[in-house]
């Protein structure tokens, strides 16, 4: 190998390296490398060629059907500002598909109607917004808009953090992704160099039982339709993970709100109907090596007084910015393992560019138990296979392809579901990095 490709492999190593450590582990080793202020982005954009329609809820499951779509699924800005070494200032910004307008108000003096204003498509989020006290290795704390390191693609969730051209659905299928709430945490690590341990412990605005629905669960009950966020019922999120093998790095993390239903946006929907109460419980691994880069990740979920829910949610009105789709799950189950190989390093030929071959399978359920009279629908629960190329032309720009086939109404790894599979090919390119830096 010459200088040049010993030098990009190892610019790239230690790129990954840095981009894969848990939160807290990464503040404290990103806070060395400026010193007053630095200015970054990511973003990404795909193009997907697809064999299936867009209505999954017939007899059969989506018919066949040729159609292609091309879109910018996020681009971020970002930058953090030294007040001191100790006080941090960090700010995050996500366009989704070229922004939007949308606007929705829950007018009081017209009986709480809702009046929705649309002026253009896309989604902009202020995904992070949040000042830092940095006191000791072991405890720190943040305070503002934050992520909610609930699991792997949350934790995770930059583009050059996961092999396929989208995030893995395993993770984005039935909780929000990017999931960011406003709150505070306490985070540090401690252990031994042999063994280490990082953790975060957050209060943040609990989620709204007014967005939960049918096919997606709990992920579109995250609050942020109006200008303030419902506080009566705050969520507790931790996470730990640990490090003790080179290479390796796997953690829990656990989700609790005492009561979504009085986090929604009318005081009198699920009164007298009893609490909400969500928990999510998730795993995730990651084993990175010289030759080959192994993920894997599991989410379980559960909401308690589904009956009353589904009963009121059917109910909400028409002009309300929520699907109404019912029945809503009790419990909702994901998981997913992923593996890529490093054919540079393998084969150890000069000149040979940065490719990595993998392979990824997953599972989602939103409806794994539901509470009667209603029943699963089948149509929700898939097992899909995704195999694709990452080319890193440069150690901080991938280009991805892969073909995925998803089989809908089956938990089997292998074999036909019992509807019309969903099958498609995809490219796409991405970036990550830091622009400036003083």
Not at 102 to 115: D, I, K, P, R, S
Not at 279 to 296: F, G, I, S
Not at 411 to 422: A, H, I, M, P, R
Request: proline letters at 5%; a neutral charge; aromatic letters at 12%.
């Amino acid at each position: 190998m010459t200088a040049k490709h010993i030098k990009l492999t190892s610019a790239l190593t230690a790129l990954l390296s840095l981009l894969t450590l848990p939160a807290s582990a990464q503040e404290l080793a990103d806070t060395a490398g400026y010193s007053k202020f630095r200015f970054g982005s990511y973003g990404e954009a795909v193009a997907s060629f697809k064999d299936y329609g867009i209505n999954r809820f017939l007899k059969d499951g989506s018919v066949k059907d040729h159609r292609n779509t091309i879109a910018i699924p996020r681009f971020t800005i970002g930058f953090d500002y030294k007040f001191t070494p100790k006080w941090i200032l960090g700010a995050e910004i996500e366009f989704e598909a070229g922004g939007t307008g949308t606007a929705v108000e829950l007018e009081g003096n017209e009986n709480g109607e809702y009046e929705t204003e649309i002026e253009k498509g896309g989604e902009v989020a202020l995904e992070q917004l949040h000042i830092t006290r940095l006191i000791t290795p072991a405890f720190n704390i943040r305070a503002g808009h934050m992520i909610v390191p609930v699991g792997l693609t949350n934790a995770h969730h930059e583009p050059i953090n996961f092999f396929g051209t989208i995030r893995p659905e395993s993770q984005t299928a039935i909780m929000p992704s990017t999931w960011h709430e406003t709150g505070i945490e306490l985070f540090g690590t401690f252990g031994r160099k042999a063994a280490t341990f990082d953790y975060q412990l957050m209060v943040v605005a609990g989620l709204n039982a007014n967005g939960f629905d049918r096919d997606t669960w709990i992920a579109s009950g995250k609050q942020g339709f109006f200008e303030s966020d419902n506080f009566t019922s705050p969520a507790y999120v931790a996470r730990l993970d640990w490090r003790g093998i080179p290479g390796l790095r796997t953690g829990v993390s656990f989700y609790y709100c005492r009561d979504a239903g009085s986090n929604s946006d009318k005081p009198e929907t699920y009164a007298g109907y009893g609490k909400v109460p969500v928990q999510v419980l998730t795993w995730d691994a990651q084993y990175r090596h010289r030759y080959l880069t192994l993920r894997a990740d599991l989410t379980y979920g559960h909401i308690g007084n589904t009956r009353a829910l589904n009963e009121r949610n059917g109910r909400l009105p028409n002009a309300s910015p929520y699907s109404r789709l019912t029945p809503i799950a009790k419990n909702a189950l994901s998981y997913g393992a992923e593996l890529g190989l490093d054919i540079k390093n393998i084969l150890n030929i000069a000149g040979c560019p940065s490719l990595f071959p993998f392979g990824r399978y997953e599972y989602h359920n939103p409806q794994k138990v539901v509470e009667k009279p209603w029943s699963p629908d089948r149509r929700l629960e898939v097992s899909k296979w995704t195999a694709g190329l990452n080319w890193f032309a440069l150690p901080n720009l991938v280009v991805k392809a892969d073909y995925s086939t998803r089989q809908i109404g089956t938990s089997k790894v292998f074999g036909k579901g019992n509807y019309n599979s969903e099958n498609e090919f995809s490219i796409g390119i991405a970036y990550i990095g830091w622009f400036f830096r003083r």
